[in-house]
Structures are given as structure tokens and as C-alpha cells.
């Protein structure tokens, strides 16, 4: 059995995408895959307990078995103790005993987390004989630095496979990686073994889901499966408010209070909004709900303040987003473009 | 295709839906007002067999005949199905008094929609819903439930608010003002204001359309229609919602975005309409059009018995953009001759407290007859040797003989009766306060200028729209919002001159491209990122050939350091313009009217005094001329402190084909030009940001 350690240079870096990428194209060339976390992060609770959402998704992607046997170790599990539990190394060996052509384990936030209690990412992907293939989204010349840097965080104590450059714009950075980033760090012993182009679609959240992690109240009812990639916040005078929902890019969320009668005209009328959420729980008046209902878009009160209403959402956005088929297929098209598999399996052995 | 609102103004029958006899209902109160009206009446209502007099009917398919008109007063759950039987048996024409719709939330907006297929299907001309009504004084209709009526008169009257008609036709009552017609629009579901200023613009009798607007639904079509109107008939507005606050009013009250003010200023001024900012103007505007003659010109002639008031029309006629007239020298002689020597003969005259109104009326006929002198204002205190009622009848002759407008200020605490029935029935203003008299004279002279001004088509220049169709399909397809780069190409392929320049990816190729244009460079960083490149020191002015490598690098690696977020298309190398005269050209769509451009002057005219001004594209000749010629700043442009002047006729080429290009390109949101630089013989746009729509463009070219 081959075992890939994925990891990431930073918070966010797109380890998730890339995992769900490669597990495609994996079983699409006929190969068994398994799925583990080893330190999962405590983001949510459910059933009682915490969880970390990450394992739904990919559980409910991939039918790479139950959430929780996919993550044996949760990092908020003991709150602050700087101690892993002690059963956490017997539970992570267990955990990862599985039959399969391959075993893909996720890394935790990013490959320095850990280093205090001893289980970061060099330590456990030491621990489990694999070797890691590091995440970092594109920025410059700092993302190389930061490759760098977790390269020499691994040192001997693992073996760092290579790297694959996440979120790399097609316009403005492609050239650059190529021309510059990508030779170097060749030329440095770091394999680059993909470069995923930045894709907006696949920053969107669901409305439906922001709605139930706010408890808001649906007033008008639009297309609660519809994606949205940014949110604006309203609370300027509307028409800034307009300026700027002209000039973000994508579907939108527009977050605004109650009495912004003006923003929530001003959005609703907008063709690249999907919903408005009115924070404070202050109803809308008639004629913003009548609108609504006309330009078929949702309108919904959430109990909260304009801020963490905001908060939320943002939060949202691009982290873990549901798995549905489309998008799905378009990571694997993604990832089948622009990874080089070949030269993946070749280092792996 | 305007409707035809004929059998809606004009019904020869009507039918009163939901009439009962009950009274204290509205269904009541309306068929009391009906019942009226001098041609057959019914109800319908299945309870009754007989309201106020007049068969009742049971159900509309029931009604003996298919009335012209039918009224709607039922609750709201019950008026669809009695709009679809009103289609089936021929009704054409509905006013449906009924709340409960869109103003009532979702519910009622479902309806609404409902209720606008069935309208579409059977071609009904549906007023309302939640209106209250519409009057009709030349047929004798009243189909509102208001006690009272309106007094017949030339005016036209349409409100977006009901309470302001019943508050308007109660006001007007007492001061004896008559309208031709009064309609409150309601919901607008159907009839909107456009339709509504065409039908008043075809009946001969009403002279003035005067509406009070919360918002305009179709605004490219309310500037087509106006437009046409305003050169025979003067239409008077009052837009409501023009600060922040009002404009958060408005939404609250009708759901939608107010739009800009400015755009509404500007699609006015383009469309010939004259606004009012408040109620009293709206009225004084309306009534003066629809009683006095045009003037010839903007010179008054200001007459007067008391100094004071004298003062004040002459302080007020400079405000309001009036000349005060220069009196010929016949004139002169002759007031000098007939005036006691304390007299004022120029011009206020002012013919004394003891003046009688013999003195008064020969003053007053000279000032008249000077062929310098458009109009007149004619004011007046109290004097024991002074009746009103005789000056009031001495001016209002005047009027006639010498047919030039004429208004008065009688500065008192009441005229009396007769001196006010003898000029409203002259059709002659007057108020207390003379600034307020002036005002309504200049109002006359701008509807006058309008009509005057020359009609005239937007040219239409040649153009690549297909290649700027392409470079907007591209930025689509990437998702990107924000153009640069592309923005000068868009703008190249409709003629506008601009600096000449080219990308550069890296310093070496910056260096390069700067040796090849020879002279010093502008050094502009480009990302669609950063919006105020210049504030955060991306722009790197009169940098030398040989230092153009250096300094790209400097931009390059300072930028990526500083904004890791941002994304970089390299740098801009720019050939380095001679100072000239800045000016800004910018462009924002309006929700309502489409293309709204903006000109100032550029650096502090701009952005620290506002001085701006703005027009809807696209843009005829004189009405881009008038843009330049708005801002106050315009000085600079044709020359100051010996300056020679910039070449004002391509600037204005420049600005019309932006107009074009807004209008041809409905992708382009917004639109920044900034600077344009003004020389003698050219004018050159030397950088430009746009904003366009990431999704396929839904409606027309306008």
C-alpha cells in the first residue's frame, strides 16, 4: 500500500481540494483509496461531540467510510492542554491499519501545527512511513519562501515528495510560476507536481447552508441551492453599495440591516445577487419582501449582528463546501489537467 | 406602441364592481361619486338589485353591455377572478381601488403578478392596484371615494401617492384650482406614468401634465416620451426621495432603488421637464404654464408702488437666472412724463405709495409696451387710496392687451374676494411673497427655452463594436469585472484618442519598450486590484528612457511585497504627455435611465469642489456642449491668465462617442476617464478604468 501525507504550507491552503482531486483521478485508474485524518480540528459539534467537518465531507463525497473513523484524533478534543490524549498515537496506528492501493492522509491546519504537543505533520508523517506532498496557495514570491521554509520544517525527520502550487491565477501569475517559481524550486530539490489554476466556482457555499448555520428565517424563499462566492457587506450609503457590488466578481451574498431599505432595494435589483440576509432580526418592510419575491431571489432575517452574520458566512466560503457532483467532477478535471500524476506515483515508488 | 387610454379618460359607460348601498364603505362611497357621471352607471354585486339608483348586477358576465370602463372596489382575494371576467365580456379598461398587493408583502405580490398575466392576456388597461382612483372633470368622472370632486380646469394631474391626491383634491378645492385630470397611479402594475403622459399629451385640453414620482419604471422610455411631449406641452415634477434618506423612504415605500438624483436631474433637464422641489413650486409652476403666454425672452420688468418689495423681485430675478429689463429711451421719456419727479422710472419702477391705480395702469402699460421687457411683475402694499380689487382688474387687462406674462405680489394680509376672483379668473398669480412670484415667471422662461432648443439626434460615429463585443466576451469568460488594459482597447474602438503605451511583463521589457517611444515614460503598475494607483504610489511620472528598467523593477517588486493579495499584469509603459488641461470623463448606470455620464475638470475641481455635471447617454451635440458648459470651471478650458484655449469641439467629440459607447455596450457598468488632457488642437484620454457585467447582458442595446 502507497500512502501520500498531504499537508499545507499555510491555513487554508487547499489540502482539501487537493485530496478529493486526487482520490478521483486515483480510482478512475482503477486503484483502491483510502482516506484518513489523523488530527482532525475540533470546528463543530455534533451528535454531542466535537467534530471536524472535513471528515463529513469527505465521507459523504467519497463513501471512504464513517466521519468518525476517519479521524481518530481531534486536536480541541482536550481544550487546552498541551497534551495530546495518550491514547492518540494507539488510536491513529489503529485508524490508519486499512487495506487498500493507496491511503491518503490529511495533514492539520498547516505543517507547524502540532509542533508543541508532537504531532505535527513531519511527526505523524514520519510516524506512518509517508511521504508528504505539501499544499501552498500561490502568491509570489512570499509562497516560495514559505515552501522553503516548510521544507527545512521537515528536514530529515520526513520526506517531503514535492509540492503542488494551489489557487495560481491564469492571467497574472501563471507566466511567473512558470518562468520563475516552478524552476527554482526544482532546481532546490522541491518537485512541483501541480499547478491548479485559481477557481471562483469552487469558493461557493450553498445559501441553504448559510441560512442553517445562522438559524436564519427564510422570508422569501429563492433558490436556496444556489451558490454564492463573495459577501458584501452593506453598510455603506447605497449608492457605494452599488459601486461595489458591480465591482466584486461572482454570485453574491449581500449582508445588510434591517432598516437599509436602500442596500436591500439596490441588491435585490442586482442580476449577480442570490440572497440578502438582514441582520438583527428587524423584518423587512413589505415592499422589499414583495420585491424580492419578484426578482426571485432569497431574503432572510438572521437573529445575529450585521458582523457576525458576516463573520459566518465569510467563514463559509472556501473552506469545506458540500460535495455535490458538479463540482466534484470539476476537480477531478482539475486535478487530471494539472497535476502530474505520473511523475507522482514515479517518486512515490 | 403607447396605449390608448381613451375609453379610460374618456368612458362613455362604467361600471362600479363591489358598489354597495351600505354607507360608510368605500363601495359606497365610490358609487356615490360614479353615480354622477352623466352616462349609464351600473353595480355589481350579487347581494343587491338596485345601488343608489342604478341596476345591480350580480356578477360582471351578468352586465347588460360591456362597459367602458370598470371600477374595482372588493377586496383584494376577489379581484382576479373578476379581472379575468372583466377580459371575457370586453371590459378594456380597470381601476382597481383594492389594496392588498405588492404594498402588503408577499403574499399580495404573488397576486400582483397574477393579476399582470391577466391583464397582459385579455390587453386590459388595468390603473392600479391600491390606487385611489382617477377624475376625469370634462366627462364628469369621479371614481374615488374622496367627498369631494374636482373643479374643472387645464392641468393634468398624476400622483405615485394616493394620500396626496386626496390631500391635493382637497387643497385645490378651496383655492379654486380645476385640473382635466387626476390619477393616482397605485402599484403601477399595469399603467405606468409614461402611459399616462401620453394620454394627456393627447387630449387638447389639458396644457400642463404636473406628476408627483416616487420612482420611474422604464426611464430610457419616460426620457423618449418627454422628450417628444415637453416641445408642445410643458410637463412639471416632483420627484420625491432626492437625499439619502429620502431615497431610504422611497425603497421602504415602493421596494425598489430610488436611483440616482443626479440622474434624474440630468434625465429631466434632457427631457425637457421641469422639476419642482417642493409642493408649492409644483403648483405654482403648473398653474402659471397653464394660464400665461410664453415669453420672448428672460428680461422683467418689475413694477412697483412700495421700494422694498421693489428690492426683493429685482434680488429674486437675478437669482432665478432673470435679466432685469433695460428700458428704451421713449420709454423712459414717456414714464418720466406721466410718473411725479420722486419717481423711480428705472427699472424696478417704482410709482410711489400715493400712486392711485389710474398711475399705476399707464405705468404699467408703458413698461408693458417696451419691446425690451418679456414679462412683468407687478407688486403692491397697501394703501388707503389703493383698492385691490381695481389694480387686480388693472393688471389683469394688461394682460390681455399686451399679451406678454404678467403675475402679481400684493404684500397684504388678504386681497379680498374680489380682487382674487378677478385674477384667477385672468389666470394671473399672486402671492405675498415677490421672490416666489419671480420664481414662477422664470419658470415660464425655462419651459420657453425648451421649447427653443434645437432637436437633435446623438451622432453616430463609426465604430468596432463587434471587436469591443469580443474583449468583453473574454473578460466574461475569465470572471473578471475590472478592466484596464482592455478598457483602452474598448475605448480605441470607438475613436477616442488615447496616449499611445504598451504592457510591459517585466522590467527589461519596460526598458525596452521605453527606448522604442522615445522621450521620457509614464510608469503606471497594473492591476485591476488596486483602484487608486496614484495614492499608493503606483505611478511613476517623466521617468527617463534609460532609467524605465530600474524604476519597473522598483514598481514591480514594491508592489507583489506590499499587496500579496492583488494581482499584477506587469507595468504600463505610457508615452509622458506635456501638462495640459485635465479634465474627467467618467460613467456609472443608472438603474432607472441607463448611462449616466459625468465631466468635471480635473484634480480639486472634481474631488474636493464637486463641481460636476452630468447627462444620460447617449448624448446629442448641444447636449454634450451643455455639459461642458455646466461646470463652473469651464473657464479654464478656453483659456485664463493668457492660456490660448483647449480645442472644446474635440472634447466634445470625445465625450460624445463615450456616450455611444455606453449606450452600444450595455456590459459596461462603469466607466472611469481620468485624465483626459486638453490642448489647443487634440484632446488625448491617458488612462481609463471600467467596470463591466460578469453575466450575459439581458436587455437591449440601450
Redesign the interface.
Known amino acids: 500500500m502507497r500512502k501520500l501525507y498531504v499537508a499545507g504550507a499555510e491555513e487554508k491552503a487547499g489540502k482539501t481540494v487537493v485530496i478529493l482531486g486526487l482520490l478521483q483521478i486515483l480510482r478512475a485508474r482503477g486503484f483502491s483509496v483510502a482516506y484518513r485524518k489523523p488530527v482532525g480540528q475540533a470546528r463543530a459539534y455534533r451528535h454531542g461531540r466535537p467534530a471536524d467537518p472535513d471528515g463529513e465531507v469527505l465521507a459523504a463525497a467519497l463513501g471512504v467510510g464513517a466521519a468518525e473513523e476517519l479521524i481518530p484524533v481531534l486536536s480541541g478534543e482536550v481544550p487546552r492542554a498541551w497534551r495530546p490524549p495518550l491514547t492518540a498515537w494507539e488510536r491513529i496506528a489503529a485508524a490508519t491499519r486499512v487495506s487498500a492501493d493507496f491511503l491518503i492522509l490529511e495533514g492539520r491546519e498547516w505543517l507547524g501545527r502540532g509542533l508543541l504537543s508532537g504531532l505535527s505533520d513531519p511527526a505523524l508523517a514520519a510516524k506512518l512511513a509517508a511521504p508528504i506532498l505539501l499544499v501552498a496557495r500561490y502568491?509570489?514570491?512570499?509562497t516560495v519562501d514559505r515552501i522553503l521554509a516548510s521544507a527545512r520544517l521537515v528536514g530529515t525527520e520526513a520526506r517531503l515528495l514535492g509540492v503542488v502550487l494551489n489557487a495560481v491565477?491564469?492571467?497574472?501569475?501563471l507566466?511567473e510560476v512558470q518562468t520563475y517559481a516552478a524552476p527554482f524550486l526544482e532546481e532546490k530539490g522541491i518537485p512541483v507536481l501541480g499547478v491548479l489554476p485559481f477557481e471562483?466556482r469552487l469558493q461557493a457555499v450553498q445559501i441553504q447552508e448559510v441560512l442553517e448555520v445562522l438559524g436564519a428565517e427564510v422570508?422569501?424563499e429563492g433558490e436556496l441551492r444556489a451558490e454564492v462566492e463573495r459577501v458584501l457587506v452593506g453598510a455603506m450609503?447605497?449608492?457605494a453599495a452599488?459601486?461595489h457590488l458591480?465591482?466584486?466578481?461572482?454570485q453574491l451574498l449581500v449582508i445588510t440591516a434591517g432598516d437599509?431599505?436602500?442596500i436591500?432595494?439596490?441588491a435585490?435589483?442586482f442580476?449577480?445577487v442570490r440572497a440578502v440576509i438582514l441582520s438583527g432580526g428587524i423584518r423587512p418592510?413589505?415592499?422589499?419582501?414583495?420585491?424580492?419575491?419578484?426578482q426571485r431571489k432569497t431574503l432572510a432575517l438572521a437573529p445575529q449582528d450585521t458582523f457576525t452574520v458576516a463573520e459566518t458566512a465569510d467563514q463559509l466560503l472556501g473552506r469545506t463546501f458540500p460535495p455535490d457532483p458538479a463540482r466534484l467532477d470539476l476537480l477531478a478535471r482539475l486535478t487530471e489537467e494539472h497535476v502530474d500524476l505520473e511523475r507522482m506515483l514515479e517518486l512515490l515508488g | 406602441m403607447p396605449r390608448n387610454l381613451e375609453r379610460l379618460l374618456f368612458p362613455r359607460s362604467v361600471a362600479v364592481i363591489g358598489a354597495t348601498p351600505v354607507p360608510g364603505k368605500i363601495g359606497h362611497a365610490v358609487m356615490a361619486n360614479v353615480a354622477q357621471f352623466p352616462g349609464p352607471v351600473f353595480a355589481v354585486n350579487p347581494k343587491y338589485k338596485e345601488v343608489l339608483g342604478r341596476p345591480c348586477y350580480p356578477r360582471v358576465g351578468d352586465l347588460p353591455e360591456a362597459v367602458d370602463l370598470a371600477v374595482v372596489v372588493i377586496p383584494a382575494e376577489d379581484v382576479l377572478p373578476v379581472l379575468e371576467e372583466c377580459g371575457k365580456k370586453g371590459i378594456q379598461n380597470v381601476v382597481i381601488l383594492s389594496a392588498g398587493f405588492?404594498?402588503?408583502?408577499?403574499a399580495?405580490?404573488?397576486r400582483?403578478?397574477k393579476l399582470v398575466q391577466i391583464a397582459n392576456e385579455y390587453e386590459l388597461n388595468v390603473l392600479g392596484p391600491n390606487a385611489f382612483g382617477l377624475i376625469s372633470t370634462r366627462v364628469g368622472l369621479n371614481t374615488t371615494f374622496a367627498h369631494r370632486t374636482a373643479r374643472p380646469g387645464e392641468i393634468a394631474f398624476m400622483s405615485q401617492s394616493g394620500a396626496f391626491c386626496t390631500s391635493v383634491l382637497d387643497w385645490a378645492w378651496e383655492e379654486k384650482l380645476g385640473f382635466s385630470h387626476l390619477v393616482s397611479l397605485g402599484n403601477k402594475a399595469v399603467l405606468d406614468e409614461c402611459d399616462f403622459l401620453w394620454a394627456f399629451a393627447g387630449d387638447p385640453k389639458t396644457r400642463v401634465i404636473m406628476a408627483y414620482l416616487e420612482g420611474i419604471r422604464d426611464g430610457r422610455r419616460f426620457l423618449a416620451i418627454a422628450r417628444e411631449i415637453t416641445r408642445e406641452k410643458p410637463i412639471v415634477v416632483l420627484k420625491a426621495g432626492r437625499a439619502?434618506a429620502g431615497?431610504?423612504?422611497v425603497?421602504?415605500?415602493?421596494?425598489?432603488?430610488?436611483g440616482?438624483d443626479h440622474a434624474y436631474e440630468a434625465a429631466f433637464r434632457q427631457a425637457g421637464v421641469i422639476r419642482a422641489r417642493t409642493v408649492e413650486e409644483l403648483f405654482d409652476y403648473a398653474y402659471i404654464l397653464a394660464r400665461q403666454p410664453r415669453p420672448n425672452g428672460r428680461r422683467i420688468g418689475i413694477m412697483t408702488n412700495a421700494g422694498g418689495a421693489g428690492v426683493m423681485a429685482t434680488d429674486a430675478a437675478e437669482w432665478e437666472g432673470l435679466a432685469v429689463a433695460r428700458f428704451s429711451d421713449a420709454t423712459l421719456r414717456a414714464l418720466a412724463e406721466k410718473l411725479p419727479p420722486t419717481a423711480a422710472l428705472y427699472n424696478p419702477v417704482d410709482v410711489l405709495g400715493d400712486a392711485d391705480v389710474q398711475r399705476y395702469r399707464e405705468a404699467l402699460h408703458l413698461v408693458l409696451a417696451d419691446p425690451g421687457v418679456d414679462m412683468t411683475v407687478a407688486l403692491s402694499a397697501p394703501h388707503p387710496i389703493l383698492r385691490f380689487a381695481e389694480l387686480a382688474q388693472a393688471v389683469a387687462e394688461a394682460k390681455e392687451r399686451f399679451g406678454k406674462p404678467i403675475a402679481v405680489s400684493f404684500m397684504a394680509g388678504e386681497l379680498g374676494e374680489e380682487a382674487e376672483e378677478i385674477l384667477r379668473r385672468a389666470g394671473i398669480p399672486a402671492f405675498f411673497d415677490p421672490a416666489r412670484v419671480v420664481r414662477a415667471l422664470a419658470a415660464l422662461v425655462k419651459y420657453a427655452e425648451i421649447q427653443a432648443r434645437p432637436r437633435a439626434q446623438p451622432p453616430q460615429f463609426p465604430s468596432q463594436r463587434e471587436k469591443v463585443q469580443e474583449i468583453l466576451a473574454a473578460a466574461r469568460k475569465?470572471?473578471?469585472?475590472?478592466l484596464g488594459l482592455e478598457a483602452a482597447e474598448i475605448l480605441s474602438a470607438y475613436g477616442v484618442p488615447l496616449a499611445r503605451g504598451t504592457v510591459a511583463?517585466n522590467a527589461e521589457e519596460a526598458g525596452r519598450i521605453a527606448r522604442e517611444l522615445g522621450g521620457p515614460v509614464a510608469l503606471k503598475i497594473l492591476s485591476p486590484d488596486l483602484t487608486h494607483k496614484t495614492e499608493v504610489g503606483g505611478v511613476r511620472l517623466g521617468v527617463p528612457p534609460e532609467e524605465a528598467e530600474r524604476v519597473a523593477w522598483e514598481l514591480l517588486s514594491h508592489f507583489?511585497?506590499r499587496f500579496?493579495?492583488a494581482?499584477?499584469?506587469g507595468v504600463y509603459v505610457q508615452e509622458m504627455l506635456p501638462p495640459g488641461r485635465e479634465v474627467i470623463l467618467g460613467m456609472?448606470r443608472d438603474?432607472t435611465f441607463g448611462p449616466l455620464l459625468m465631466f468635471g475638470l480635473g484634480g480639486i475641481y472634481v474631488e474636493v469642489l464637486r463641481d460636476v455635471a452630468f447627462a444620460v447617454a447617449p448624448l446629442s451635440r448641444p447636449e454634450a456642449e451643455e455639459l461642458v458648459e455646466s461646470v463652473h470651471a469651464k473657464k479654464l478650458l478656453y483659456g485664463v491668465r493668457g492660456q490660448p484655449p483647449v480645442d472644446v469641439s474635440a472634447l466634445v467629440a470625445c465625450i460624445l462617442r463615450v456616450g455611444q459607447l455606453c449606450a452600444e455596450n450595455p456590459e459596461i457598468?462603469?466607466l472611469d476617464i481620468n485624465p483626459i488632457l486638453c490642448y489647443p488642437g487634440r484632446v488625448v484620454a491617458v488612462d481609463v478604468r471600467m467596470?463591466v457585467?460578469?453575466?450575459e447582458p439581458?436587455g437591449s442595446s440601450t
Do not use: N, Y
Not at chain 2, 425603497?251 to 432603488?257: E, I, K, P, R, V
Open positions: 502568491g509570489g514570491e512570499p491565477s491564469p492571467e497574472a501569475e507566466a471562483r422570508v422569501v450609503g447605497a449608492e452599488l459601486q458591480r465591482r466584486i466578481p461572482g437599509r431599505t436602500d436591500q432595494a439596490a435585490l435589483a442580476p449577480r418592510e413589505q415592499a422589499i419582501a414583495a420585491q424580492a419575491l419578484e | 405588492k404594498e402588503s408583502g408577499v399580495g405580490a404573488l400582483e403578478q439619502e431615497a431610504r423612504a425603497s421602504s415605500h415602493t421596494g425598489t432603488m430610488a440616482s475569465k470572471g473578471r469585472v475590472r511583463h507583489r511585497k500579496p493579495e494581482q499584477f499584469d456609472v438603474p457598468l462603469e467596470t457585467a460578469e453575466e439581458c
